[in-house]
């Protein structure tokens, strides 16, 4: 009896053994379909949610930086081991740059616009401070014939970089103060910033520098709206100004003259002046389709004397073929898509100015230096962002970058998710959540206020008081459709809180404008006296919001933001639109007015 029950014990034991075993893998492959689903969900929403165009941002950010610290690793060795004596000193120098640049794009990400107004000013006139003093011989020095560095040692500073993104921040938030009926004078003074930086750099015979200046100068024009005249009137100063900084100096004039003669066919000094020219496009030949492989390349041993700088596409032309040219190119079209999404997005002008120049800047830079590396433009000596060795432009393009990640926190959507406790990525990072920033915000540079508004003119928006006996700006602007707030029925009063128009500078999780909750449906919130009715009985009249085209009452234009008609009673349950009242004050019907009943 022993005997069987063990045999039964141990054959009910070897049946859920193998019972377990033979249903263990159905289990493993649900727990991972499910781990792929959440997963891919997780992705998905990472991606294509409220605060999808600043991860999209990071993570283009991120992809362009590890490219270029690889390529620099692999274009710089033989030149970092001939002038150092050490095949890694390069791209330890650019790594540690490129530590620095992130974090300063964690400054940005973290950095309030209000301070950024405070600052800006100031960091323009130390950025001025600088150019001209890198301009002094024996203070700069002298490189491919610019006068733009300030050499301490190991470590060189170009001030031109810095300039640039200071600029972008100070003449945005100028012109984002502008209203639509400002004179064209007014915009064109917060410009007239860009003229001491432009001289300055043409004293210092920076071509490259010159022309980014000169981008981010028609990017300002073009967003800011101006008449297309001015457009071209100045784009038609900048190519008088190119030319003339071309034909003035004697290598520049050889590099335009090689420049021309290889566009048409013709022949030219190989072994000259275009040299480099010629041997980027040598490289790019050699790598054919899919490139002769990464680290195989054979122009960087001294074929193309700038390879890690300002040839560095074509050394990825070469290793990684037309596919890896193809994806950079790619990667810098995203990341204008993504920056202009962000600029479309943004309630703020500011902001949406900070995007939309900041992000032509970068990948106008970029398609310039791959389209002189091909052959298409003239050689410049600009470089390729995020990916060729620099010190100083790694730094500002990823503080450029920070910037305008930081605007796409400040869209209205993902302003309600980062309310709401969503944004995993931005509670990572403890990063503040952004406020809701009104068109109507004072450009505050602190100190230096008074002298921002004698160099560039003071702000021609409409004050306060102007604003409370405007009609035209006493209605808020049209938007989106408006979501209706729980407490909103559809027999609800007209005017009432459910239905008020609500402020546009409060915002709900959802993404929606919030109403005011302050305010008594009946009664003004200052005096607590009943608001005045509305005199006839038209039912238009009755139903008409501030957004009509008719000349707002006198309840309705209030210094502290525009108001909606005073409720309407509706006895027995019904919609009623009151009578109109008589001389004495009483109703046309007789009797005492309706408060007074």
Known sequence: ?????????????????????????????????????????????????????????????????????????????PASLRDYGNYYSVFIRQCIFMVIGWVGFYVALRVSFSLLRKIAFPLYLLSIVLLILVAIPGIGQERNGARSWFDFGPVAFQPSELAKAIIIMVVALYLGQLTPMSKIGDTLR???????????????????????????????????????????????????????????????????????????????????????????????????????????????????????????????????????????????????????????????????????????????????????????FPVTGLQLPLISAGGSATVTTLFLLGLITSTARHERAAIAAISTGSGKFGRALRLPVPPVHSVDDTPDFGRFSNLAAWMVGKRSTVDTASRSTDPRRSRPRPGPPRTPTPSATPDSPRGSSASRQPSRNQVTPHGSPRPRGNESPSADPRSGAARPRMSGGDPARSSRRCTSDAPLPPWESRPDGPRTLPPLERPHGRRWNPPSRGSDGGSRYGGPPPAQR
């Open 190 to 376: 917060p410009i007239g910033l860009f003229i001491p930086v432009i001289v300055l750099v043409i004293l210092q015979k920076d071509l490259g520098m010159a022309v980014t200046f000169g981008v981010v100068l028609l990017a300002f024009l073009f967003f800011g709206r101006l008449p297309g005249s001015i457009i071209w009137i100045t784009a038609g100063g900048a190519a008088v100004l190119f030319l003339i900084l071309t034909l003035t100096t004697g290598f520049r004039t050889d590099r335009l003259i090689t420049y021309w003669h290889q566009l048409i066919g013709g022949s030219y000094d190989a072994q000259g002046v275009g040299y480099q020219a010629r041997q980027a496009q040598l490289a790019l030949a050699d790598g054919g389709f899919t490139g002769v492989g990464l680290g195989q390349s054979r122009a960087k041993y001294f074929y193309l004397p700038e390879a890690p700088n300002d040839f560095i596409f074509a050394i990825i032309g070469e290793e990684l073929g037309l596919i890896g040219a193809f994806v950079v190119a790619v990667l810098y079209s995203a990341l204008g898509f993504v920056g202009l999404r962000i600029a479309r997005r943004v309630l703020d002008p500011s902001l949406r100015l900070i995007a939309c120049v900041g992000t032509t800047s970068v990948v106008v830079q970029a398609f310039i230096n791959m389209g002189y590396v091909v052959g298409l």
């Open 1 to 77: 009896m022993a005997t069987e029950s063990t045999q039964r014990s141990g054959t009910a034991v070897s049946a859920r053994s193998t019972d377990s075993e033979g249903t263990s893998p159905r289990a493993a492959d649900g727990s991972i379909k499910t781990s792929l689903q959440r997963l891919a969900a997780g992705f998905r929403n990472y991606y294509t949610g409220p605060l999808a165009d600043a991860h999209l941002m990071v993570t283009l950010c991120i992809i362009l930086s590890i490219l270029g610290v690889v390529m620099v690793l692999d274009a710089s060795g």
